[in-house]
């Protein structure tokens, strides 16, 4: 039953980032372009999104557990560390400069354009390198 | 002003699969997560975290297929694809997140890393697209 939620929510999530037009860098780029040419629809995505997760979230954790799974996994961190900080604006650096964040990137993988799979597979290799760098200061 | 729909349609579906992850296997919807530990977890848990990447392209797949709207036109530049593909990956593994993870599901909750590292990278993507665009006179 995990590995089916696991693919419906997915496909439920795919079918958002594409019907939503967060998988359009130019649109991506125009949602960002506040002080230009301002395309401020994706505002809507996120906000329906949020309103949903404020709603749904709380009517869920009425629940003592999940329905296939002991317990749920929340992360834990409360801290606001540099981490936190550093890597939420390399993010934003990179997703400014391209117009992908992690998910779009994935789904639109089905467009068979060779660039984003570039982008996907240097994501991949910057993950990885992360791990590293971070293991070398442990 | 009429309301953009298909950004609130797809909101709301990236809310759903947030929340019904979490009703049925006490999951949180943080793409970069999913996807580092499907690539990188050895053991029973990576399922349904492979189902859910799978899941991402077939969902946008499906919604091209279909709504009948054609796959957009994305960035085609290699070196900006590698250059942000590095920058996003690294910044999300050191973060702890991206959209989705601390974007939708970290407000959702109303964690106040997920409030932190969404105000930075939002910020910080904006002045990126600002500078770009500042410098190439677009």
Redesign the interface.
């Known amino acids: 039953?995990?590995?089916?939620?696991?693919?419906?929510?997915?496909?439920?999530?795919?079918?958002?980032?594409?019907?939503?037009?967060?998988?359009?860098?130019?649109?991506v780029?125009g949602f960002?372009?506040?002080?230009?040419h301002w395309d401020p629809?994706?505002?809507?995505?996120?906000?329906?999104?949020?309103?949903?997760?404020?709603v749904?979230?709380r009517i869920?954790f009425k629940?003592s557990?999940?329905?296939?799974?002991?317990?749920?996994?929340?992360?834990s961190?409360?801290?606001?560390d540099t981490?936190?900080?550093?890597?939420?604006?390399?993010?934003?650096?990179?997703?400014?400069?391209?117009?992908?964040?992690?998910?779009p990137?994935?789904?639109?993988?089905?467009?068979q354009?060779?660039?984003?799979l570039?982008?996907?597979?240097?994501?991949?290799?910057?993950?990885?390198?992360?791990?590293w760098?971070?293991g070398q200061f442990k | 002003m009429t309301l953009p729909i298909w950004p609130i349609i797809g909101g709301i579906l990236i809310g759903s699969s947030a929340v019904l992850l979490m009703w049925l296997i006490g999951r949180t919807a943080g793409i970069s997560s999913i996807v580092w530990n499907a690539i990188s977890t050895p053991n029973s848990d990576r399922i349904w975290q492979v189902l859910f990447v799978f899941g991402l392209a077939i969902g946008a797949f499906l919604f091209h297929e279909l709504s009948g709207r054609p796959f957009p036109q994305i960035n085609n530049d290699p070196k900006l694809a590698i250059a942000a593909g590095l920058l996003v990956g690294f910044g999300v593994r050191l973060g702890s997140g991206c959209t989705s993870g601390h974007g939708v599901c970290g407000i959702g909750r109303l964690a106040p890393r997920s409030l932190v590292a969404t105000s930075v990278f939002m910020v910080v993507a904006i002045l990126t697209v600002k500078i770009v665009r500042n410098t190439m006179g677009a």
């Open positions: 039953m995990k590995a089916l939620t696991g693919l419906c929510a997915g496909i439920l999530f795919g079918i958002g980032l594409a019907a939503s037009g967060m998988t359009d860098t130019a649109k780029i960002l372009d506040i002080t230009g629809d994706l505002i809507w995505v996120m906000g329906s999104a949020v309103l949903v997760t404020l749904g979230y869920v629940r557990k999940p329905v296939f799974a002991e317990s749920f996994s929340i992360p961190k409360i801290t606001i981490r936190l900080i550093l890597g939420a604006g390399l993010f934003g650096l990179g997703w400014g400069l391209y117009g992908y964040c992690p998910g990137a994935i789904a639109a993988l089905v467009y354009s060779p660039t984003t570039l982008f996907v597979l240097t994501m991949l290799f910057g993950m990885w390198l992360s791990g760098v971070s």
